[in-house]
């Protein structure tokens, strides 16, 4: 963790001198910039109790990435920079989380032979920091935003933020699929809460393709304050506290195996769960478009040719 702080820490100092010599956020060509849609697609990754490789499983940690675990995603945001340095970010991302013991190169998380899978539907607001930035304009007919390749725009950016996430585990039983949060499966004696709080901390990386229109890519890690994200976070439940055949049969699919035995632990409940997004962002200007038809108006009301 201390050498990828690191890395990060040493990309930050080079592209912020970068941007010394780059036409850096000035008030002309930010400004133009201020109000944003964005629609995004992506992958997720699920950072928990289940699956993950050898040995013991590590928060923060990228070395417990499942390929075959990887979820999908899609993101609508609304973008407002109000500085040159800093904008902030309103989204809903919907997008699968998933993980699988079968998956995990772990001895004794294989054998556990748990597994969940998620629709998820988080509501996130962020601030973030522009620290490097290329962003230039020609002039057309006294119309700001000419596009060209001299006129490109590029922004570096780091965010973080909090967040609202809606969660709901589920798994196959007998040929279906079924909720796992109503049986208590650790012998709970109410059902943990389908939502929590998070906090989303990430990097971001975006380029101007026409005066309209940016492409990016995001990469981020969320942090939740649930570790039930994937049903499982303490020890095994007596199977005569559980309220059904299902719950039982769901709660130790190895039950017999001395290991998993009741009382013996089932997940880790001093890490919460966590995941990652890497998301492509596709972003589209809604204040330029404004701002060329004010000016044109104003153009066309000073040489007389302005109709009502």
């Not at 989380?97 to 294989?110: C, G, I, N, Q, V």
């Not at 492409?215 to 969320?222: I, Q, S, T």
Request: hydrophobic content about 35%; proline content about 4%.
């Amino acid at each position: 963790m201390k050498n990828y702080l690191i890395f990060i820490f040493s990309i930050l100092i080079g592209l912020t001198a970068y941007s010394q010599h780059a036409n850096f956020n000035s008030q002309r060509n930010w400004s133009l910039h201020k109000k944003e849609l964005q629609i995004g697609f992506g992958a997720t990754q699920f950072n928990g109790d289940l699956g993950g490789s050898v040995g013991v499983g590590r928060d923060y940690s990228l070395k417990d990435i499942d390929i075959q675990a990887t979820g999908l995603a899609g993101w609508l945001g609304y973008r407002q920079r109000f500085h040159p340095f800093f904008a902030t970010t309103t989204s809903l991302c919907v997008f699968q989380l998933k993980a699988d013991d079968k998956w995990s190169e772990e001895p004794t998380r294989y054998a556990r032979n748990l597994n969940f899978q998620s629709l998820c539907f988080e509501v996130q607001q962020r601030l973030e920091f522009i620290f490097a930035a290329n962003e230039k304009f020609g002039s057309v007919f006294n119309l700001p935003g000419n596009y060209s390749q001299k006129n490109r725009s590029q922004q570096y950016y780091m965010f973080a933020g909090v967040g609202m996430l809606y969660f709901n585990p589920k798994t196959v039983y007998q040929g279906e699929k079924v909720a796992l949060r109503p049986l208590k499966t650790e012998g709970q004696a109410t059902a943990y809460s389908p939502f929590t709080m998070t906090i989303p901390v990430g990097l971001g990386f975006r380029m101007g393709v026409s005066k309209m229109w940016r492409v990016g890519l995001e990469m981020a890690y969320v942090k939740t304050f649930s570790d039930y994200v994937d049903d499982v976070s303490t020890i095994y439940a007596n199977p005569s506290d559980l309220g059904s055949q299902m719950a039982i049969d769901l709660s130790n699919p190895t039950s017999g195996n001395p290991a998993f035995a009741p009382g013996e632990k089932r997940g880790d409940s001093n890490q919460k769960d966590a995941y990652y997004h890497v998301n492509l962002i596709v972003t589209r200007n809604l204040t330029y478009k404004d701002y060329g038809r004010q000016r044109k108006k104003y153009n066309l009301k000073s040489s007389g040719r302005y109709k009502v």
